[in-house]
């Protein structure tokens, strides 16, 4: 095997050359309440090894029995990516050796899956671009472990390795797409595009909260390239647990650009899988698969086959909710917003936010304005998604009617809003706290009033003598003596009363 | 002619992480053989109109509700490991070092 030690060639000089293949496979932990083949609960962040029992430990005599909410989230799943749902089929054993699972095989499906043959269309730049889906299929998580020892605290070198079984036996649903080609440029928004669409679609079903930061939606990211005018694929690598929407289109550029590196300098694409990193945004090289794996598949003798009746199908096809397209069609003409605005709001994942702040009573403009602008501002600083942000709708709600009712100006809004983000507590808490409220009542703002003019007899003068639009200077020294906390229609109210021109 | 090679299972062995001698070897082999041969006369029964199956009883679709029963205690669940460490179930070295 010769290896290259040439680096990655620049984004757009490796699209001049060659053209990207993608395949994405993605994994969805259902939202059920116990797992998959046993009535554990599938809560997150549970103490280690709480949420075990005999079947999902593999303990001898267990048997498993299907949950038939996981059967029906991901027939819905697979009706939404407009797939055939099968007649008939069944589980598999994927049989290997590995702690993370301890009955030394996995329930998944083989040659049968539960949904095939469909696909998802995302829009790019205006532009439609269908991504076919090969199968969708259930099965299980995997337990979680800890690699102790060696220096880097990964699986290489550790002296021996802590397994939770928690996360063991939560469905699993698996999403493959066929081999995207012709995506030229565009390959990692694609990419990208396509895991954000889906995420909608499965959040929209209500089969998973779809969390990338807590695991509940990961992907794998396979990237192969050929030589422009060619059509035979190259050899395609295999970028596992990409955990990010930024991530994945990360992934595929810098997949891109360190393929062509190796190809141009005369090398060869290993396949094998690669381990994304974070923090410098490339990858590198992991277990090679250039020996296969077998896995020994055969149909588990445990659980019987699936048969879905066509009529259960039927049902579950008239409580799919509306595709996240023509909902983000409807909520553009609700809310008067150009395509542009909405594409915008779309790539911020703001759309949800925006709704939900509506439904807890704000008004569409606003709710936009908070979420599109101080808060996708602060979002951007700390590089997280809109929806990292510990703020609610039901919080930016709250300030946006505290503004429309005068009691907050949008300066002081900002203020409180950065209140809720330092964990300051619900808005009006914020308010009270650090005395943000407006000085609207005429005691106290008369006072500042008298004072301020007191203290510039010439533009009370011009005022007094019919240049009203000089008591905006004034107004402006009101605002500056109450650091910004005056009403200031009330301000320039009490200021012309005061001169007599009111 | 024989229904499983001496060499297949030894790559059977090997796929299920069983040591097994060369003795071992030559003993399961034609143990394995005679077990096979013996199955595969269904193979002389089954017409074409007998699709293969792969259950003994003729059920589909047999599911529970989503509801949660209760877990082991962590003690209990621990208590079978061969090795623990705090909360956790300790297991050997999973790969060698990176070559
Ligand atoms: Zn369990």
Redesign the interface.
Known sequence: MSTTTTGPMGYDEALEAYEPVLGLETHVELG???KMF????TTFGG????????VC?G?PGALP???????EYTIKIGLALNCSIAE?C?FARK?Y???DM?KNFQISQYDEPLCFDGYLDVEIDGRTVRVEIERVHLEEDTGK???VGGSTGR???????????NRAGIPLVEIVTKPIVGTDRLAPEVARAYVTELRELVRAIGASDVRMEEGSLRCDVNVSLMPRGSSEWGTRSETKNVNSLRSVERAVRSEISRQAGVLAAGGRVVQETRHFHEDTGETTSG?SKEEAQ?Y?Y??E?D???????RAWVDRLRTELPEPPSVRRRRLQAEWGLSDLDMAAMHNAGAIELVEATIAAGAPAADARKWWMGELARRANEQAVELVELPVTPAQVARVAQLVASGSLNDKLARQVLEGVLAGEGEPDKVVEARGLAIVSDDGALGDVVDQVIADNPDVADKIRGGKVAAAGALVGAVMKATRGQADAGRARELILERLGVS | MSAITRDEVAH?AR?S?LALGEEELDHLAGQLDDIISAVARVREVAADDIPPS??A?P????????????????ED??S?APAT???????????D??A
Do not use: M
């Open positions: 059920t309440a116990s046993c009535g554990c609960s103490e280690p090894n709480t949420q075990v029992c005999p430990l303990l029995v299907a949950n038939a909410a996981a059967i008939w069944r049989n050796f590995y702690p301890p472990s800890l690699h699986i290489h070198g550790a002296d021996y390795s802590l397994v939770d079984y277990r077998d020994r055969f149909p003798p659980l019987v086959p699936i048969a879905p009746d | 059977l796929l992480r792969s259950h009883l059920l589909v679709n047999v599911f529970r509700a989503d509801g949660i029963r209760p877990c082991l205690s962590r669940a621990l079978q460490e705090g909360d956790r179930f300790k297991v050997p070295r999973i790969l070092e990176e």
